[in-house]
C-alpha cells in the first residue's frame, strides 16, 4: 500500500509538471523560494515572464547563462511569487492536520520517517517552509491522510529528488550533499576539500554538534545533478581523530567474574591537585560500594592521573595495568580520547566520558554522560508555546550565550523587549524603567526572560517582579500569571536570594540535579561526610553516578548499549540514545527545575 500511494503521488506530480502553466517544482535556495521550470522547445523569456509574473530582468539576474538565450531542457530558478495567504481556521486546519514543532536540529528527512508521510506531502502543505533550514519550534502541518503512507526506500526517493532539483540550478562552484550515518564535520571537509570553519560558513554556521544524518547541506561542487547511492562509501575517516566507526557489541560480564575498572583522572596538571577530581574518584568508590553491597559482585578500581597530557594518556594506555580492564571511564578531556577509543574499539570495552561533551570524537565504544546541547530547551518548548506572551529583559550588560539560546528556542515566535535600569526608589517618577508592575499588568500567560549577566541587576530585576506581584494581587486585582526562564549560571551567584526563585516561579534547565534537602541525597551526603569527612560536591555526585549506571550495566544492559534504559541514582536521570549522524551513546536528558510560590519544587 505505501508503495502504491507513493507511485501514485509521483505520477500525479508529474501530470501536473505536463499540464503546462507553473512548474511544480519548488525549492528554497538561500532562505528564498523559487520555482524549477525545466526549459521547453520554443519558450520565450518573455512568454516565461507572463506565466510566472516576474519581470524579465529577474529571471536573467537569477539566471546569468541564459543570457545568450534559453536551451532547451535546461532548468532555470524564477523567483517565487506569493499567493494569497492560508485563512483556514485553526478549527479546519485540525480536522485535516496533525501538529508537528520542529525540535532542535531534527531534518525534513526525520519528521517524514516518523510519520511515514512523504517528503513531498509535507513541502506542498506547508508552503512556507523551508526544508533545509527549518527554525526550532517552527509548527509543520503533518497531512493526516498521509501518516503511514511513505516507506524508508520512498522518503530516501524523495529527499534525492529534491536534492537533485536544488543542484540542477546551484550557485555556481556548490552543491547540496545530503549527510550519511557517519559523516562528521571533519569527514566532510577533508572529503571536499576545505576547512571545517569554511564548512560552517557555508551553511549559515552550522555547528558540528547540529550535523545530523539525513540533513542537507551545501558543499563545494559542481552542482550536477548526479544521484549520491545510499550507502556508497566516499573517502572519509567517519571519527575526527582516524578512528573508523564500526558497530560493536559489546559482552555481558558473567556475575561470577570480577568486573576490573580502569580510571583516568588529570588528579595532579603540573603538579598542583585538582581537587575536583579527587571528589569525582571517592563519589565514585563510594558507587562501587553500594554496588557491591546491593549485587555482591567484585570490582577492582586501577586509578590513572593523566595529568591532562595526551602522551601520558598513550603511556597508560600500553601498560600493562590499563589492558587487563573491562570498562575505561575517562580520559576527563576529549584531548586525550583518541588512544584510548582506539584500544576500546579494539578490545570491544565501553568507554565512559564522565564529565565532557564530546564534539570530536565519534566511536561505538563511547558512552557521555554530559547532556547533548542540541537537546538542552526541549522540557521548556511550552513556556514560549502559542497563546504565552514572552518578554526579554535587556540590561545595561548582556549574557550573550543565553541571548542566543533564547533567541534559538523562540525561532520566529514573537515577543516584546523591556530596557531595565536602576533607579532609587526615592527618584522613581512615572513610567520608571525599574518598575516592572506594566510587565505583570495584563491577563495573559507571561513568560519572562533576564537577560542580564550582572547579579545585582539579576536579583533587582527578580525582586522587582516580587514587588509588582504583590503590589497587583494586595489591589484586588487579579493575581498575575507569570514564569521567569531562569539561567542556569544564577546559581554561581553567591548574593542572589534563593527564596525569591519560589515567589517568581522561576524555571532552570540544568545539566545536573541534586536537592540536599531531599532524602535520596541526604542519605549519600551523610554517608560521604562518613567516609572522607567532607560534604560532597557535584563532582562527586558524578563519580557515584557513573559507578552506580556501569557497574551494574556491565553485567547485563550494555550488551543492549544501555539505550531504552532510565537510570536515576540520585536525583538526575540519564537516557543515552545515539544522536542522528553520530555513533556516540549520548545522554539526551537535560533536567528541568520549576520553582512553585508554594515553596514546592518539582523536577522533570
Known amino acids: 500500500m505505501k508503495r502504491l500511494c507513493a507511485t501514485l503521488l509521483t505520477i500525479a506530480w508529474g501530470l501536473s509538471a505536463l499540464a503546462g502553466g507553473k512548474s511544480g517544482t519548488i525549492v528554497y535556495i538561500n532562505g528564498a523560494k523559487y520555482y524549477i521550470h525545466t526549459v ?6 518573455y512568454g516565461l515572464s507572463k506565466t510566472y509574473g516576474v519581470d524579465e530582468r529577474v529571471i536573467l539576474e537569477n539566471n546569468p547563462s541564459i543570457a545568450r538565450g534559453l ?37 525534513l528527512y ?43 526506500a520512498g522518503t530516501q526517493r524523495q529527499w534525492e529528488e529534491y536534492r537533485q532539483s536544488l543542484n540542477s540550478v546551484a550557485d555556481a562552484g556548490t552543491s547540496y550533499h545530503i549527510v ?20 560552517s560558513r ?65 588528579l595532579a596538571v603540573n603538579g598542583q591537585p585538582n581537587d575536583n577530581y579527587l571528589d569525582f574518584y571517592q563519589g565514585f568508590l563510594l558507587g562501587l560500594d553500594s554496588v557491591k553491597q546491593k549485587s555482591g559482585i567484585s570490582v577492582h578500581v586501577e586509578l590513572f592521573n593523566t595529568a591532562r597530557d595526551t602522551a601520558r594518556i598513550r603511556e597508560i594506555v600500553a601498560s600493562d595495568a590499563f589492558r587487563k580492564a573491562d570498562l575505561v571511564v575517562g580520559p576527563v578531556y576529549e584531548e586525550g580520547l583518541y588512544p584510548v577509543i582506539r584500544y576500546a574499539e579494539e578490545k570491544c570495552i565501553p568507554v565512559v566520558s564522565p564529565l565532557a561533551n564530546i564534539e570530536r570524537m565519534n566511536s561505538d565504544v563511547l558512552f557521555q554522560l554530559a547532556p547533548d546541547p542540541a537537546r538542552k530547551y526541549e522540557k521548556v518548548a511550552d513556556l514560549v508555546g ?31 523587549r523591556y530596557n531595565y535600569r536602576y533607579e532609587h526608589p526615592s527618584s522613581r517618577g512615572a513610567n520608571s524603567p525599574s518598575d516592572l508592575t506594566p510587565l505583570l499588568e495584563n491577563d495573559a500567560d507571561n513568560v519572562l526572560v533576564i537577560l542580564s549577566d550582572n547579579e545585582v541587576d539579576v536579583d533587582r530585576i527578580l525582586a522587582g517582579l516580587a514587588s509588582a506581584d504583590t503590589s497587583i494581587t494586595s489591589r484586588g486585582r487579579t493575581a498575575p500569571r507569570f514564569t521567569v526562564l531562569g539561567n542556569a549560571r544564577w546559581n554561581r551567584y553567591n548574593n542572589l536570594d534563593r527564596a525569591i526563585f519560589f515567589k517568581d516561579r522561576v524555571v532552570f534547565i540544568s545539566t545536573y540535579h541534586a536537592k540536599r534537602d531531599s532524602e535520596v541525597v541526604k542519605t549519600f551526603d551523610s554517608s560521604y561526610l562518613r567516609a572522607f569527612g567532607m560534604l560532597p560536591t557535584l563532582f562527586s555526585y558524578r563519580g557515584y553516578d557513573t559507578a552506580m549506571i556501569f557497574a551494574p550495566a556491565m553485567y547485563g544492559d550494555i550488551e543492549y548499549d544501555l539505550e531504552d534504559r532510565r537510570f536515576t541514582p540520585l536525583q538526575t536521570t540519564y537516557l543515552f540514545s545515539q544522536p542522528a549522524g553520530s555513533a556516540n551513546h549520548v545522554n539526551h536528558n537535560w533536567t528541568r527545575v520549576n520553582y512553585h510560590n508554594d515553596f514546592t519544587i518539582t523536577i522533570e
Open 386 to 416: 502559542e497563546g504565552k506572551r514572552v518578554t526579554l529583559i535587556y540590561t545595561s550588560t548582556i549574557d550573550r550565550e543565553f541571548e542566543r539560546e533564547v533567541l534559538d528556542l523562540l525561532g520566529e515566535r514573537p515577543y516584546e
Open 71 to 107: 536551451q532547451a531542457d535546461a532548468n532555470i530558478r524564477i523567483p517565487y511569487v506569493a499567493e494569497a495567504p492560508d485563512t483556514r481556521s485553526e478549527r479546519k486546519l485540525r480536522k485535516s492536520f496533525d501538529f508537528h514543532y520542529v525540535a532542535q536540529g531534527e531534518t
Open 180 to 199: 550519511r550515518p557517519g559523516e562528521t564535520f571533519y569527514s566532510l571537509s577533508r572529503r571536499f576539500g576545505i576547512t571545517e570553519e569554511e564548512l
Open 202 to 266: 557555508l551553511n549559515k554556521g552550522l555547528k558540528p554538534s547540529d550535523l545530523k544524518a539525513g540533513a542537507m547541506i551545501v558543499v563545494p561542487g559542481s552542482g550536477s545533478a548526479t544521484t549520491e547511492v545510499a550507502g556508497e562509501e566516499s573517502p572519509r575517516d567517519t571519527v575526527r581523530g582516524s578512528v573508523a566507526v564500526e558497530p560493536v557489541e559489546f559482552r555481558a560480564l558473567r556475575r561470577s567474574d570480577p568486573l576490573d575498572v580502569a580510571l583516568l583522572l588529570p
Open 40 to 45: 521547453q522547445a520554443g519558450e520565450t523569456l
Open 110 to 152: 526525520a519528521i517524514s520517517r516518523q510519520y511515514e508521510i512523504p517528503v513531498k506531502t509535507l513541502i506542498e502543505d506547508n508552503p512556507n517552509l523551508d526544508p533545509l533550514h527549518m527554525r526550532l519550534g517552527e509548527r509543520i502541518l503533518i497531512r493526516k491522510k498521509q501518516i503511514g503512507s511513505e516507506d524508508e
